[in-house]
């Protein structure tokens, strides 16, 4: 197996707990009492998932998105007493919040027709469920009076809308290295899919570079069929060596996980770095061009991780497109092009 192309799969950490059994207050029990009944299992991310789909798509604007918190529970930010009513029904937790999906999602739209401008540079914004606003992440040091004539029209759409100052600006992480390279520059792959052959999939900002790519060992990979960046960062790389095999390990399918869950992310630079999805439809205006719909994370991300991929347990989400370079500190933030419009784009399925 060529280990350039070759997902590799990083066992997820078991977790346990220690079971507390209280004694009655009268007497003793003896050996061969029966235990105590074990608490209810919680239900997994795949069925949180699927029941805050559920929900979201009955409540309509009544929610503003959902998220699993620290302890596993699956939180819906909802507008209305009878909206709440139904979360609690269904086994969920509700939260009530002043905005409901509607109006956040009229304000990114507002913000996204101004991606792109000169003002925007290195900046990104999306609907926090857990602020219920949209977020606009100003890096520190971006005072210019493009910017600064941004952020006041963004300020001016209200509550809706809050202003973040982060650390610096996102960028695209490539750099020299080993994984899949072309033209003297590395990246990592995100996923196999197969159609009419098997493709690598990895980042659009990648695939612009370089039309032949090959592994790290210096075989062949095969051609780039599809770019696209700006606007989305994916790209796909037709598999043309016939004695290179290609594998998604365990990953056996396509999905985005609620906000909260667990992930991690694997690439060519840091290796398997994880975290937790912070949220989706993200816009990002990196200096090479703005990227819309992106999902965001608290995992590390460097130069060299492009194209890497982003899972959750056996579920591939997204290939990685950008983050806070210069180490893997607090306050991270990366970016990833979500990995189902990719290959429903191309025409594709997980191989």
């Not at 759409?157 to 072309?182: H, W």
């Not at 060299?304 to 607090?330: E, N, V, Y």
Request: proline residues 5%.
């Amino acid at each position: 197996m060529n280990r350039g192309v070759h997902l590799k799969r990083a066992l997820p950490p078991i977790l346990t707990a220690a079971a507390l059994v209280a004694l009655p207050v009268f007497g003793t029990v003896p050996a061969t009492a029966a235990q105590p009944a074990a608490a209810p299992a919680k239900p997994s991310p795949k069925a949180l998932t699927a029941l805050s789909d559920q929900l979201t798509s009955r409540l309509g604007a009544q929610q503003a998105g959902s998220y699993i918190d620290r302890a596993g529970n699956l939180v819906v930010n909802v507008t209305s007493a009878a909206a709440a009513q139904q979360v609690k029904a269904a086994g969920a937790t509700p939260r009530t919040v002043a905005h409901g999906s509607k109006p956040l999602a009229a304000s990114k739209t507002k913000l996204d027709r101004l991606a792109g401008s000169a003002g925007t540079k290195g900046l990104s914004w999306g609907v926090d469920v857990y602020s219920n606003s949209v977020v606009v992440n100003v890096p520190k040091g971006a005072d210019g009076a493009a910017t600064a004539a941004f952020v006041k029209k963004a300020r001016a759409m209200g509550g809706t809308v809050q202003i973040k100052q982060v650390a610096a600006a996102p960028r695209l992480t490539l750099g020299p290295g080993e994984a899949i390279l072309t033209s003297g520059s590395r990246c990592s792959v995100s996923a196999i899919g197969t159609g009419s052959g098997d493709y690598v999939v990895t980042a659009g900002h990648c695939t612009n570079i370089g039309s032949s790519w090959t592994t790290s060992g210096g075989e062949q990979v095969g051609t780039v069929a599809a770019s696209q960046f700006p606007g989305n960062d994916y790209g796909t790389i037709r598999v043309t060596n016939s004695s290179l095999q290609v594998s998604n390990d365990n990953l056996t399918d396509v999905g985005r996980p609620a906000a909260g869950s667990q992930i991690i992310k694997k690439g060519s630079t840091t290796g398997t770095t994880s975290g937790t999805i912070v949220g989706y439809d993200r816009t990002v205006n990196y200096q090479e061009g703005s990227v819309s719909g992106l999902v965001e994370t608290n995992a590390c991300v460097q130069p060299g991780d492009s194209g890497g991929s982003l899972q959750s347990g056996s579920t591939a989400i997204g290939i990685t497109s950008g983050g806070t370079t210069g180490g893997c500190g607090g306050n991270f933030q990366s970016f990833f092009q979500p990995l189902d419009v990719v290959l429903q784009g191309q025409g594709l399925t997980l191989k």
